[in-house]
């Protein structure tokens, strides 16, 4: 009978377990332990296709806690963010970063009533005119609150910006405090949080975003957020069918109750004129698809190309009176949305309410309010 006996450790020598310990303690005492927590997060989504194992909801939120309280470094940030994009974020990853969004960024609210918010690419629009600044006027002047947010030119696209369509419109939102924000909301129906004011600790991944050159979870991010908290109808733009699915069980997840995806122009939520615009209503779980046609409503009207902020305002001062090359366009969206948001039982009857409007210029009038 053969019998194996444990060695005990030499005079002074250090079992493996302790060694590790120790290892640790000094990795620890090196980095701090914020960016030694942030590194065993970053091993669990950057160690390769067979090992990688993911985040939980719960460690997803606390990855993206210590990027917003900069407590990574930004070789970790980098590193985190490009092999989130390679690996691509999980339906609950996406909601934990989503609550860890709304516990840090800004918040708006509008008490006994119920906006649309909508969540479009931070980096703008580069090949189409934007139309969202002006139907979110026109929605605003007939009663249905809206809900925006946006950033500076961001990577990898540096597109136009809301912030910059409504400048060029006369209206600024770059410099308000966000108290001036929410009394513009309560006061005209309208409201947009911009991250570098309202939103700095958001702001301070756009460095290494540029850096990266390419898109990181965090874009995916800013098309399920919003800062408005209470009862509204989300609306989040998407390019490719797997980003609209994920973008469902991440929000059901999260306890969003009412969103509807658009497949909009260069992933916005403009629907376009020369397709049928493809959508989806998402309510307590349920999905329904809505395919919408606009040659069925008498759109035919070519995509507006983007030329240049000066081009773009005078179009669109001149659609804000039903007239000019955005005309169609605004006509189709602004109804499509009034439908949307319950103001209208049927597609129909929404847009020649959507023309009625532009045709007394009260999204004019509405400008004038907000200047």
Same mark, same amino acid.
């Given at each position: 009978?053969?019998?194996?006996?444990?060695?005990?450790p030499?005079?002074? @020598?250090? !079992?493996?377990?302790? *060694?590790?310990?120790?290892?640790?303690?000094l990795q620890?005492?090196?980095?701090?332990?914020?960016?030694?927590?942030?590194?065993?997060?970053?091993?669990?989504?950057?160690?390769?296709?067979?090992?990688?194992?993911?985040l939980?909801?719960?460690?997803? *939120?606390?990855?993206?806690?210590?990027?917003?309280?900069?407590?990574?470094s930004?070789?970790?940030? &980098? @590193?985190?963010?490009?092999?989130?994009?390679?690996?691509? !974020?999980?339906?609950?990853?996406l909601?934990?970063?989503l609550?860890?969004? *709304?516990?840090?960024?800004?918040?708006?609210?509008t008490?006994g009533?119920?906006?649309?918010?909508?969540?479009?690419?931070?980096? &703008?629009?580069?090949?189409?005119?934007?139309?969202? !600044? +002006?139907?979110?006027?026109?929605?605003?002047?007939?009663?249905?609150?809206?809900?925006?947010?946006?950033?500076?030119?961001?990577?990898?696209?540096y597109?136009?910006?809301?912030?910059?369509?409504?400048?060029?419109?006369?209206?600024?939102? $770059?410099?308000?405090?966000?108290?001036?924000?929410?009394? $513009?909301?309560?006061l005209?129906?309208?409201?947009?949080?911009?991250?570098?004011?309202h939103?700095?600790a958001a702001?301070?991944l756009? $460095?290494?975003?540029?850096?990266i050159?390419?898109r990181?979870?965090?874009a995916?991010?800013?098309?399920?957020?919003?800062?408005?908290?209470?009862?509204?109808?989300?609306?989040?733009?998407?390019?490719?069918?797997?980003?609209?699915?994920?973008a469902w069980e991440?929000?059901?997840?999260?306890?969003?109750?009412?969103l509807?995806?658009?497949?909009?122009?260069?992933?916005?939520?403009?629907?376009?004129t020369?397709?049928?615009?493809?959508?989806? $209503?998402v309510?307590?779980?349920s999905?329904?698809r809505?395919?919408?046609?606009?040659r069925?409503?008498?759109?035919?009207?070519?995509?507006?190309?983007?030329?240049s +902020?000066?081009?773009?305002?005078?179009?669109?001062l001149?659609?804000?009176?039903?007239?000019?090359?955005?005309?169609?366009?605004?006509?189709?969206?602004?109804?499509?949305?009034?439908?949307?948001a319950?103001?209208?039982?049927?597609l !129909?009857?929404?847009?020649?309410?959507?023309e @009625?409007?532009?045709?007394?210029?009260?999204?004019? @009038?509405?400008?004038?309010?907000?200047?």
């Amino acid at each position: 009978m053969s019998r194996t006996c444990a060695t005990a450790p030499a005079d002074g @020598a250090v !079992p493996a377990d302790g *060694r590790q310990t120790a290892r640790k303690t000094l990795q620890e005492q090196a980095l701090g332990a914020e960016r030694a927590r942030f590194r065993q997060l970053l091993a669990q989504v950057g160690s390769g296709e067979h090992t990688s194992t993911g985040l939980s909801r719960e460690e997803a *939120r606390e990855a993206m806690d210590l990027m917003l309280a900069h407590q990574a470094s930004d070789a970790q940030l &980098g @590193a985190f963010l490009i092999a989130h994009r390679i690996r691509r !974020p999980a339906p609950l990853e996406l909601t934990g970063m989503l609550d860890s969004y *709304r516990n840090t960024g800004p918040v708006l609210r509008t008490p006994g009533r119920r906006p649309l918010c909508f969540g479009v690419p931070y980096d &703008g629009r580069s090949r189409t005119a934007p139309l969202l !600044p +002006l139907v979110a006027l026109l929605l605003a002047a007939a009663g249905v609150p809206v809900v925006l947010h946006g950033g500076d030119p961001m990577p990898v696209k540096y597109g136009v910006t809301l912030a910059e369509l409504f400048a060029a419109l006369g209206l600024e939102w $770059r410099q308000l405090e966000l108290e001036a924000v929410q009394e $513009r909301l309560d006061l005209h129906g309208l409201a947009l949080t911009h991250q570098p004011r309202h939103f700095p600790a958001a702001n301070h991944l756009v $460095r290494v975003r540029e850096e990266i050159g390419k898109r990181p979870p965090v874009a995916s991010l800013e098309l399920l957020w919003t800062p408005h908290q209470g009862d509204h109808l989300l609306v989040s733009g998407f390019v490719h069918p797997p980003t609209e699915t994920r973008a469902w069980e991440a929000l059901a997840a999260a306890g969003e109750t009412d969103l509807l995806t658009v497949k909009g122009l260069e992933g916005s939520t403009d629907l376009p004129t020369t397709r049928a615009g493809i959508t989806a $209503r998402v309510r307590h779980g349920s999905v329904e698809r809505l395919i919408l046609h606009p040659r069925d409503h008498g759109i035919e009207t070519e995509e507006v190309a983007w030329h240049s +902020l000066d081009h773009w305002r005078s179009a669109a001062l001149q659609a804000l009176q039903g007239e000019g090359e955005l005309a169609p366009a605004l006509r189709w969206n602004l109804g499509a949305y009034l439908w949307f948001a319950g103001q209208i039982s049927d597609l !129909p009857t929404a847009l020649a309410q959507a023309e @009625a409007l532009m045709a007394t210029r009260v999204g004019l @009038a509405q400008l004038e309010r907000l200047q």
